[in-house]
């Protein structure tokens, strides 16, 4: 299983961005997927999560700004960044916990893509 993000780049304050996370591979169901994002000298935080019967979470930080879709026949998961900040520049990842064809649950991490937030 793979998990493939997209979407990151420089973006003004007050701006939008839409990240993308395209999972493929032997997978029989996505029980739910996470957007984390990691800023220079911090750790790695929740920013949200969708899991398979549409709930979605949002740190404090980002609710009412980003939100978290999901294209279940594609297998793919959008991040929608609206009124971007700069205090929202991170690399953001992508994770899922996937039921794989074999009958295993395994967690998955893509790899970051770079969001900038100029003021």
């Known amino acids: 299983v793979q998990l493939q993000a997209s979407g990151g780049g420089l973006e003004q304050a007050g701006g939008s961005l839409r990240l993308s996370c395209a999972a493929s591979?032997?997978?029989?169901?996505?029980?739910?997927m996470a957007w984390y994002r990691q800023a220079p000298g911090k750790e790695r935080e929740l920013v949200a999560t969708?899991?398979?019967?549409?709930?979605?979470t949002y740190a404090d930080s980002v609710r009412g700004r980003f939100t978290f879709s999901r294209d279940n026949a594609k297998n793919t998961a959008h991040l929608q960044m609206n009124s971007l900040k700069p205090e929202d520049t991170a690399v953001y990842y992508c994770?899922?916990?996937?039921?794989?064809?074999?009958?295993?649950?395994?967690?998955?991490w893509g790899q970051g893509t770079q969001v900038t937030v100029s003021s």
């Open positions: 994770h899922a916990v996937v039921r794989t064809r074999g009958g295993l649950v395994r967690s998955y």
């Open positions: 969708l899991s398979n019967d549409g709930t979605t």
């Open positions: 591979g032997t997978i029989s169901s996505i029980n739910r």
